[in-house]
């Protein structure tokens, strides 16, 4: 029956039945970042909204209408964080860790918020994956980032996904472009939706990503930014291609592909999907030098990317991939009688102590009732305890694969399913 409460909207709890998935997912990118020696770094939920407004941009639609920003008590103002580069960064020149070996290559993994109408993929609390860079403006650096998330890809199983590539250019050549775009949307101006009349002022490129259909079709002959590289992009953006050719990493072009966020330059890419309709991007990322200076650090070039688990496990899903399995024990304990009831705790820490996945229902009485609960667990085997088996010091081990089942004595029972 339900209850009087329910989960906020564009929430989800992830159940009991799901949560092996996230575990596996999780572990998957451990390992890969573990291979490139990337190392963890945990952010708090919620940061100054300054952080935000100064990296994402006051103008754009996260600070504008999805970032959930409040004042605490002593009427600071505060938000939970809409992503997760900008909090990696704070953290980056608050901790000096361009000052400590090994400290440039992170990753971190962890829940973000925004207030956006919640669809099939995009909710308001989602969890992301990411990496991020901060060392070096090298496009070697480009390649590896790009190359953690592909490798990370293939060790899923994923076949159904394309590695799209742009250069977005930097401060230098951006202004004639910006100026172009203003030409040419300018006569289309009654055409495009209220947000787009706004961001043609302050950013045009970012018309380019809007998802209004009439924008779209406007945008989709519009002037692409590689033709207004300037030679320092031009051959950045070169060599990424050649490091990619040179790992035999695929990829195409795609002119199209924009960041609405302030403090991207050059390199962009994503990892997108064809099965999952208009919400089929898995990964999203690139380079931003700039972005250290917006907080107040030193000139530190950076490049990372970021990815959701909702829509990885989507993709995952609709290619029938394996996330390993439940959660299941590898023993079910049987206790007949109280004496056995008893007894069971001393015989549950023993395997438990050494590392033996053991489970047991107390409220469950009969040997009827127990055993259906054990082939219901899905354990390997049961050990059954009663009355005469705690008199001989022994106990009944049963496959539950086969039916199979021995005595042996209580106290070999760890070294036997250790061999088990």
Not at 64 to 93: C, N, Q, W
Not at 209 to 220: L, S
Not at 280 to 304: A, C, F, H, W
Not at 386 to 407: P, Y
Request: charged residues 25%.
């Amino acid at each position: 029956m339900a209850g009087k409460y329910k989960v906020p909207r564009g929430t989800f709890d992830i159940l009991p039945t799901e949560s092996y998935k996230w575990q596996f997912i999780t572990e998957k990118f451990r390992q890969v970042t573990k291979l490139f020696n990337y190392r963890e770094i945990v952010t708090p939920i919620f940061e100054s909204s300054e952080i935000f407004e100064r990296s994402v941009g006051e103008d754009s639609d996260i600070v504008e209408k999805e970032m959930y920003k409040f004042e605490d008590k002593k009427g600071r103002s505060l938000a939970l964080r809409p992503e997760g580069t900008a909090p990696v960064v704070r953290s980056f020149i608050e901790n000096g860790l361009n000052l400590q070996p090994n400290a440039s290559k992170l990753y971190y993994l962890g829940p973000m918020f925004r207030y956006d109408r919640p669809q099939k993929g995009r909710y308001r609390q989602f969890y992301q994956y990411g990496v991020e860079n901060i060392s070096s403006n090298d496009p070697f650096v480009d390649s590896e980032v790009i190359s953690l998330a592909y490798l990370f890809l293939k060790n899923l199983g994923i076949a159904d996904f394309e590695l799209q590539i742009n250069s977005i250019g930097c401060s230098n050549c951006t202004k004639d472009y910006d100026a172009v775009l203003n030409r040419y949307f300018t006569p289309f101006l009654s055409d495009l939706c209220s947000d787009c009349r706004k961001r043609l002022v302050k950013n045009p490129k970012r018309v380019l990503d809007c998802k209004v259909k009439t924008c779209k079709k406007i945008a989709a002959k519009a002037p692409s930014m590689l033709d207004y590289l300037d030679k320092n992009c031009n051959e950045h953006f070169s060599q990424v291609q050649d490091n990619l050719k040179l790992m035999d990493i695929p990829f195409v072009i795609n002119p199209k592909i924009v960041r609405g966020l302030d403090y991207y330059s050059q390199t962009a890419f994503e990892f997108v999907v064809t099965s999952l309709g208009a919400q089929n991007t898995l990964i999203g990322g690139g380079r931003y030098d700039g972005l250290s200076e917006q907080l107040g650090g030193k000139q530190m070039p950076g490049v990372g990317f970021a990815g959701g688990f909702e829509r990885l496990i989507q993709s995952m899903e609709n290619e029938k991939l394996s996330f390993g399995g439940e959660q299941i024990p590898s023993i079910y304990l049987v206790a007949l009688g109280n004496k056995a009831r008893v007894y069971s705790l001393k015989l549950l820490m023993e395997l438990r102590r050494n590392g033996i996945s053991v489970d047991i229902d107390f409220d469950k009485i009969s040997m009827n009732s127990q055993m259906k609960a054990a082939n219901r667990s899905k354990a390997d085997f049961a050990l059954i305890l009663g009355a005469e088996e705690l008199t001989t010091q022994s106990i009944i081990c049963k496959d539950l694969k086969n039916g199979e089942q021995e005595k042996i004595n209580l106290k070999e029972v760890v070294n036997y399913l250790r061999i088990r």
